[in-house]
């Protein structure tokens, strides 16, 4: 059977190398238009090469369509699927392409961001609708809900840290940190993405039974220092927290949906460097990744746009957002940003 009017699915994210032939080209549509120098590239660059050339969120993304289609599957939806990035092979026009070529008319979309920025709501929209006008034939798209506030999202990364504070033999009294993908404070005073998290670390925290010391930092910034983005940064809070005395640390990385290269690199290994100097053990908590209860979630809200479920469950004050976002909202940044995914 079909999703309602839909005949097919869209598994919409970022993009990353396969291999170290594939690392500069990258880098290089990923800052397109943006005035990065080849200095900048060639650091970042550097930090591909520590892990193979080869970004995680490929294998992720992989898993986690296999994931929903099973999930699909079990449920009696039987659609065509596709996988398209903004940045790298496979490109948002061949999925675009091949659904068209299956005869594909109508697409429900999955993006891989829980909350809303530029970056991580509006930009797919202006990814999904350029690659439409290119593509003679091109089924309908709608994107599913931003779901950073829905209870299966908040309770499946609820559900990693219960995990790990039981593996490590620990309680609810720890010190967490949650973090997120920093962003220029131009942007994110155009969007509600601050809040969202703000709002989000809270829920996580109840849900996971935390009782210490809660704190919310950021990750990953990148342009000239001259240039604002939101802080404290996750070194910075790192550092404010040993000199707290703080010996423990759980660091949970909520923007993120998968461990892909800014985890494994910006935590993973820069922050958890940071972390021994301090002397401090950090303890990273895993992403949702393909967590049944978070797959489980995404078909819901493909369930939602279908027009197959009424209910549509949030939890906290801000309420479950629109299928459909408004025309103004997250806009495009009005200077460069040199996030570089």
């Known amino acids: 059977m079909p999703l309602g009017p839909f005949d097919s699915w ?27 120098p080849d200095a900048r590239l060639a650091e970042v660059a550097a930090q591909y090469e520590m892990f193979g050339g080869r970004s995680p969120i490929n294998g992720h993304n992989r898993a986690l369509r296999s994931a929903v289609e099973a999930e699909l599957t079990q449920r009696g939806h039987s659609l065509t699927s596709a996988w398209g990035n903004r940045n790298w092979t496979p490109t948002v026009p061949t ?90 404070v131009a942007q994110a005073a155009t969007c509600d993405y601050a809040q969202q998290l703000r709002e989000a670390t809270t829920l996580v925290a109840r849900s996971a039974g935390l009782t210490g010391r809660v704190e919310l930092a950021y990750q990953s910034r990148s342009g000239p220092p001259s240039v604002p983005w939101l ?28 461990d892909h290269m800014e985890v494994v690199f910006d935590l993973d290994t820069q922050a958890a460097a940071t972390a021994e100097a301090l002397g401090i053990q950090m303890i990273r908590v895993a992403t949702v990744g393909s967590l049944p209860r978070f797959v489980s ?6 369930e939602e746009a279908a027009g197959l479920r009424t209910e549509r469950p949030s939890v906290g004050r801000s309420g479950p957002r629109p299928d459909i976002c408004a025309a103004g909202c997250c806009p495009a940044p009005q200077r460069p940003d040199t996030r570089s995914g």
């Open 10 to 36: 869209l598994l919409l994210s970022f993009g990353g190398p396969e291999g170290p032939d594939d690392v500069t080209p990258f880098l290089r549509n990923v800052t397109a238009g943006r005035g990065v």
């Open 95 to 184: 999925a675009l392409e091949e659904l068209r070529d299956a005869g594909c008319t109508h697409t429900v979309c999955i993006a891989t961001s829980a909350f809303s920025s530029y970056s991580g709501c509006r930009q797919y929209h202006d990814d999904i609708e350029r690659a439409r006008a290119g593509v003679p034939g091109a089924p309908a798209v709608q994107r599913v809900r931003v779901f950073w506030n829905h209870p299966a999202f908040v309770g499946s990364v609820a559900d990693r840290i219960v995990d790990h504070l039981e593996e490590a033999g620990l309680d609810g009294r720890v010190a967490t940190v949650f973090t997120a993908h920093s962003i220029p």
């Open 231 to 258: 802080e404290p940064d996750i070194n910075d809070t790192l550092r404010t927290l040993s000199d707290d005395g703080v010996e423990v640390v759980l660091v949970v990385p909520l923007g993120f949906l998968s």
């Open 297 to 302: 979630m995404l078909v819901d809200l493909m």
